[in-house]
């Protein structure tokens, strides 16, 4: 098990993270993941090397379409094919887990979703709506069989039966088990912080699977660790066949509506930025944000519920705001950090992030 | 004074209106107009003749900056010049009176809104952050000297202090002063409708002001008007300097969020269009929609406010809908139906509708 | 075969329409359906009845892959699981095959386009990116069993291999062959109308797939047919368990960029609203607009294409947003009048439009 | 004259500067500034001290209004008072100067150009349109007399007047006279990147009016400058009445279209947030972006133009996001280097950056 970048004493801003610093320290949050390691050699189009997964992340432990919660989604970059988008911008709400997978492999894991809350609501789509599912990708094909989209109904199904609170591997695992970021092999990577308000705590957590960059522009803590480790092996993502994307996921405790929830995504991409995410052109970019602070029933009999929120001028925003740039800068870090070395198709490899080496580097330079 | 729609028996959709069948009718929610009508003769530009004015729209009669309404805005199609929707979008509340103006008079309304601001909170930028305004614009440039920007301080100023509830006088006056619609003279109108919900009532209503359309495309309750009338004197627009545009002003009663607001206005356009609106290219076509049921407190000490809301499936919404639909319908037509013949610059004519053949149609075709 | 409303002679709006008055005659432009009906009686869930299906629209016959056009999508309720809109936003364009279908479907009919993506371009994935697919849904649970997802790869595919130029089938088929609107039986309408313009006439057309509305509100030529029939038998969607959605497809040989397409787009609803659509709030209602002016080719090697465009104040502009309106009216129209009567699941049944007792009505109005 | 930060060998991404490190690279762009400050001591609302002023950017020399340039926008942070934005979405083309100025003069300002779009084209509003006019602004009432409004219609047509490509004054002055950055003072700041392509090379111009951040937040090639200098006098911005705001406006000579152009747009904040900024949430940030390849013509009497375009997937396009990236860093860090300092009302101080200290930490730092 390799170590997170705080388990080497550095620390990324200045807000402290919560119990496991993870998207699970906001409470009732659980994440699944589902790895799938097939075969080894030439790729054969539809049958492997398998190098891939799903990850689920549920905003708590019931039944998501009868209690559904707020959220808000938000696009750095459109270029991907994430699904779900348009019902929670109307509705401002989340009513399934979320799940992240491979770019083709999008069909098949909403599919497998839907059959989850049919199996959870058995009058769904007979006397009640239909569900709306987000599902996220990136383009894992440089590691792995892409075509063979081999995610399938019962790998949804284990990783959300497997979800739990509490420590969140990272790495080369799950939706994070083919993708390379910086070069380097990335996969999924969390953190969380706690930002202090006058009426208590709030608690923001995300979640990132990561799949972008070029090795030369890897920054950690201000430090062009990417260009310092000059000789180091990599694989520069513009000799693969895609650019890459990044899934983001956000969640907080703290009582936002939809609208608060879409400023609190529309931080995140600084993050990004302060690891020298340089956004490219072909790069899918996507932020899912919900709040577990109120649950909105389905079918509500009555009009008028009262729901708490922070005042746009509260100062605890601007720790939010904070908290979640805080939290996508080391989310992305760790899953630098954690992420093992994972050979795939055709004898690609991702080389984990050379952990001593880039230490040496921030040891060096960090005040 | 000329008769509205609704005085010749003709019932446009199926709820009820409120008592006064106007925007006012939104419990707190006040209307005054400054109508400038100056000179007569050829267009000296600059100087006249003037045919414009000035319409605000107070969502309450208390200091709008230290109380602000949730609020939203939609953009049918953005060629035109609105201000400070930006903000709206962001914070989803509305700081300040709503002023419709003519397009070049923008920038000037805006000032005074400002000024007015600051009269009002003299520590407004000094102790506090800056105001937010929203300003609506058509171009009355067919009968108005537009280049002149005769609407001045003064006149916003006394539009504010002159804004009352109960009855809004609609037509020729106002920002609608200088406009046409299909080809006559249109103007302010104003409706309103009451939506029945389990817990009460709740009441939506709706002031334009009216610059667009073409003579033949006219459809009132369903009868092409426009086209009976063939024989009838008009200004097809498409002979104008340019192609109009309409401003939509919605209040209402009812606890909305602005995620749920903006979606309100997102119907809007659905009444522009059961009157034969066809949303020409060049036609800047704006909605602004607050909710009097709240008010949120600038700068408030506590993190956390209770809300009320209503629920995104509250049967509730496709009433507020469909009022949004039926008012917005009525208050174009009676735009139409109290506008009275006005002569402007270089002896242009905008007609008065023909209310009398009008009806004659009207009673012949509708069941 | 039923007969469509223009051949009763009534005449929707002032364009003309073209050679086949349907989404075909924008010359490439194919239509390909499957329809599933299987079974009777009671629901047995996930084994049927069926009465689903799945429409698909293709730009033109060649690769869209490699050959992409310029596309947009609009939004006007946003309760609804359409695919693919975030990346047809970021990249103005569209690279499969679009297909409608019943809403619990998109995902098995996202992974069979993706499938036929791969199996158009085997390297796709591997060599090149990802392939985006726009899927639309609205829901048939009324009449079919919707937790089946009855529509398979295969029904996608035949639909795609037997899509075609020329006539469009309309009614209850494909993707409507179980939508209920205005309380009567939907489904597929399609239309189109012929654009002067100073150097050559463009041609737009719309398909939609219908699935809204209460009997009461259904408009047709300005006469409210709905209250007429007051005494025909008829489902009120109000006592169903979802009130429907609409998906609107539209094409144009007009060279608009995605901005302008949008703006196309963004008028559909205009159409909508002359038909009586309420634009409920469980109703999810999208567009997606292409043009088959130019095809950009993937993966150019030079940087700099040059692209033809028409300008923003074309008068050519305003008749293009005219006739999105009027295709999108007579579709639905269409959809209306060519619908089958269809018995599904429980005994429900979607009654045919009585075209004989409302041609009485519009015979009787009609100047 | 103060140096700008790349006169100290300090060297900010990776790509080339043009010839001036400015916006003004872009062939054909001009700015002009005019500074106002007048005064001291006490503020008497509305009478000084006065440290404001308005700058202007053009893209090119001739008249906008009949020679237009395509452009988009992108907001940050809506919380802000910026005009013009809704036009642009829809159309796709800036018609005015560009002008930003302190943010309750926005009125005035818009005011001063519409007179100056009147001057140039006396049938403006009479046989034209109307015009849209797109204007900026930041709080700068830490230093000024912001009630004032002192920027009047004869210092906005001075500093059009005024406007000239080459080398652009930064620092203090124009909008930037009064405004305050991570705690220092801030003010107006450029940048220029040379973005090669296969078929040339391409320019990208940013220029930045910085009024936000925390002075411990600072960032400076990854160097923690703010905290490093924890004993140098500093202003923190959270003592201040108002967070700040940030406007950003891009030029390139690249030829992209609108859509294309917003993506430039959205990269705009990966530049600020490598300077360390937290996008708090009282802070209004706006980016306005435009291309001077082509112009496009008011009111074309033919339907269709050829437009050049860079294709989607172009490698320059990552190389554009990437310009825009490194500029904005630039220009932000350039705007607190060149800034002096400046006394305002009630003898609050914007005191300039300690440029020998910082330049102490970053060469002792700078690898």
Same mark, same amino acid.
């Given at each position: 098990?390799?170590?997170?970048?705080?388990?080497?004493?550095?620390?990324?801003?200045?807000?402290?993270?919560?119990?496991?610093?993870?998207?699970?320290?906001?409470?009732?949050?659980?994440?699944?993941?589902?790895?799938?390691?097939?075969?080894?050699?030439?790729?054969?189009?539809?049958?492997?090397?398998?190098?891939?997964?799903?990850?689920?992340?549920?905003?708590?432990?019931?039944?998501?379409?009868?209690?559904?919660?707020?959220?808000?989604?938000?696009?750095?970059?459109?270029?991907?094919?994430?699904?779900?988008?348009?019902?929670?911008?109307?509705?401002?709400?989340?009513?399934?887990?979320?799940?992240?997978?491979?770019?083709?492999?999008?069909?098949?894991?909403?599919?497998?979703?839907?059959?989850?809350?049919?199996?959870?609501?058995?009058?769904?789509?007979?006397?009640?709506?239909?569900?709306?599912?987000?599902?996220?990708?990136?383009?894992?094909?440089?590691?792995?069989?892409?075509?063979?989209?081999?995610?399938?109904?019962?790998? #949804? +199904? =284990?990783?959300? !039966?497997?979800?739990?609170?509490?420590?969140? /591997?990272?790495?080369?695992?799950? $939706?994070? &088990? %083919?993708?390379?970021?910086?070069?380097?092999?990335?996969?999924?990577?969390?953190?969380?912080?706690?930002?202090?308000?006058?009426?208590?705590?709030?608690?923001?957590?995300?979640?990132?699977?990561?799949?972008?960059?070029?090795?030369?522009?890897?920054?950690?803590?201000?430090?062009?660790?990417?260009?310092?480790?000059?000789?180091?092996?990599?694989?520069?993502?513009?000799?693969?066949?895609?650019?890459?994307?990044?899934?983001? #996921? +956000? =969640?907080?405790? !703290?009582?936002?509506?939809?609208?608060?929830? /879409?400023?609190?995504?529309?931080? $995140?991409? &600084? %993050?990004?930025?302060?690891?020298?995410?340089?956004?490219?052109?072909?790069?899918?970019?996507?932020?899912?944000?919900?709040?577990?602070?109120?649950?909105?029933?389905?079918?509500?009999?009555?009009?008028?519920?009262?729901?708490?929120?922070?005042?746009?001028?509260?100062?605890?925003?601007?720790?939010?705001?904070?908290?979640?740039?805080?939290?996508?800068?080391?989310?992305?870090?760790?899953?630098?950090?954690?992420?093992?070395? #994972?050979?795939?198709?055709?004898?690609?490899?991702?080389?984990?992030?050379?952990?001593?080496?880039?230490?040496?580097?921030?040891?060096?330079?960090?005040?």
């Amino acid at each position: 098990m390799r170590k997170r970048i705080r388990d080497f004493g550095v620390e990324i801003g200045e807000l402290s993270p919560g119990w496991s610093n993870a998207i699970t320290d906001v409470a009732g949050v659980r994440v699944g993941h589902t790895t799938l390691m097939v075969g080894e050699g030439r790729l054969l189009p539809g049958q492997g090397p398998v190098r891939t997964g799903v990850t689920v992340i549920l905003p708590h432990g019931d039944n998501l379409f009868e209690q559904k919660v707020p959220a808000a989604v938000f696009t750095i970059n459109g270029y991907g094919k994430a699904t779900g988008f348009e019902q929670v911008r109307e509705l401002g709400t989340l009513e399934a887990p979320v799940a992240l997978t491979n770019t083709l492999n999008v069909g098949l894991v909403l599919d497998a979703l839907v059959g989850h809350a049919i199996r959870e609501n058995p009058e769904l789509g007979i006397q009640t709506s239909s569900v709306n599912v987000v599902v996220g990708e990136t383009n894992d094909g440089y590691l792995n069989d892409l075509q063979g989209r081999h995610v399938r109904q019962e790998h #949804v +199904l =284990a990783a959300i !039966a497997s979800a739990s609170d509490g420590m969140v /591997q990272q790495g080369s695992l799950g $939706a994070g &088990a %083919g993708t390379m970021c910086f070069g380097w092999k990335g996969g999924i990577g969390t953190a969380s912080r706690i930002v202090p308000g006058t009426s208590g705590d709030f608690i923001v957590g995300a979640l990132v699977q990561t799949n972008f960059g070029r090795r030369r522009d890897l920054i950690i803590r201000g430090i062009p660790v990417g260009r310092l480790l000059k000789d180091a092996p990599v694989v520069e993502s513009a000799e693969t066949g895609d650019k890459g994307s990044v899934m983001i #996921v +956000l =969640a907080t405790d !703290a009582p936002l509506e939809s609208r608060q929830l /879409q400023r609190l995504a529309s931080r $995140a991409n &600084a %993050g990004l930025a302060r690891t020298g995410c340089m956004l490219g052109a072909e790069s899918g970019d996507f932020v899912v944000v919900f709040s577990t602070a109120e649950r909105i029933l389905r079918d509500q009999p009555e009009n008028i519920v009262s729901r708490l929120s922070i005042g746009n001028e509260a100062r605890v925003m601007d720790g939010l705001f904070r908290a979640v740039i805080e939290c996508v800068e080391e989310a992305v870090l760790d899953s630098l950090f954690c992420a093992e070395t #994972v050979i795939g198709r055709d004898g690609h490899v991702g080389i984990a992030l050379p952990v001593d080496e880039v230490m040496d580097w921030i040891n060096r330079m960090v005040i």
